[in-house]
């Protein structure tokens, strides 16, 4: 079955540092989506891109955070100057369409750790 | 304020055992989906199932089933047949704007 890719698994960063985290999301999937979660809290949404837009953000996204699709393939998520309270698991998840009971393929994440 | 509770932080069972694993949530939306993830050692994010709020029959996938309590707001998930593979995080979600709501997790152990 098709995969969505996260890379690097685990990144370590200094506060101030920006950090990308790196997705491939599965080949035919319009749709991309970051999570996180804060290790003890529940995973949250960040943002949703389609078409080379923003669909959504929540208040989490704010002007620290950008996503790109940079190429046919990846999609990045950019971090400009990191805090402490940035560590957490971040996952990139892909879909076929837009809907509400949609089926969202994640990937195993990478573990952020601010230092 | 849209949420989701999962009130059992760690369940474990013998395998070949029946499980329930519970979730209630609170929303405003008449029309939404209900989710249930698995999350293995692997850390992927995987969906074992899903239900429609407006649709009553309860969503059934092999050996997992929901028992949906729209009225109540309640969504569990019952693993019939527990396998050792079945240990896992498991995260109940709903989905509105888009966005998934996520529960705290349950940590599931199956035991040999």
């Known amino acids: 079955e098709p995969e969505v890719t996260q890379t690097p698994s685990h990144q370590v960063t200094q506060m101030g540092q920006e950090v990308i985290l790196r997705c491939v999301p599965i080949s035919n999937h319009l749709y991309f989506y970051w999570y996180r979660q804060i290790l003890g809290q529940k995973v949250e949404f960040l943002v949703s891109f389609y078409n080379n837009e923003i669909s959504e953000k929540s208040e989490i996204f704010d002007d620290q955070f950008s996503v790109e699709r940079p190429d046919g393939s990846n999609f990045t998520l950019k971090i400009r100057s990191t805090k402490l309270e940035d560590s957490a698991m971040y996952f990139c998840?892909?879909?076929?369409?837009?809907?509400?009971?949609?089926?969202?393929?994640f990937g195993s994440g990478t573990q952020l750790s601010v230092l | 304020a849209q949420t989701v509770t999962q009130s059992q932080p760690e369940m474990s069972v013998q395998e070949a055992e029946t499980v329930t694993l519970s979730c209630t949530y609170d929303t405003s939306e008449s029309n939404y989906y209900l989710f249930w993830y698995k999350q293995p050692p692997s850390r992927q994010m995987i969906l074992v199932i899903r239900q429609e709020a407006y649709k009553q029959q309860n969503a059934t996938e092999n050996r997992f089933s929901v028992n949906f309590q729209k009225a109540a707001k309640s969504f569990s998930l019952k693993i019939s047949d527990s396998q050792l593979g079945d240990t896992a995080m498991y995260f109940c979600?709903?989905?509105?704007?888009?966005?998934?709501?996520w529960g705290a997790g349950t940590k599931l152990i199956i035991k040999p």
């Open positions: 998840a892909s879909s076929e369409a837009r809907g509400a009971g949609e089926k969202l393929f």
């Open positions: 979600a709903f989905m509105v704007n888009y966005q998934l709501i």
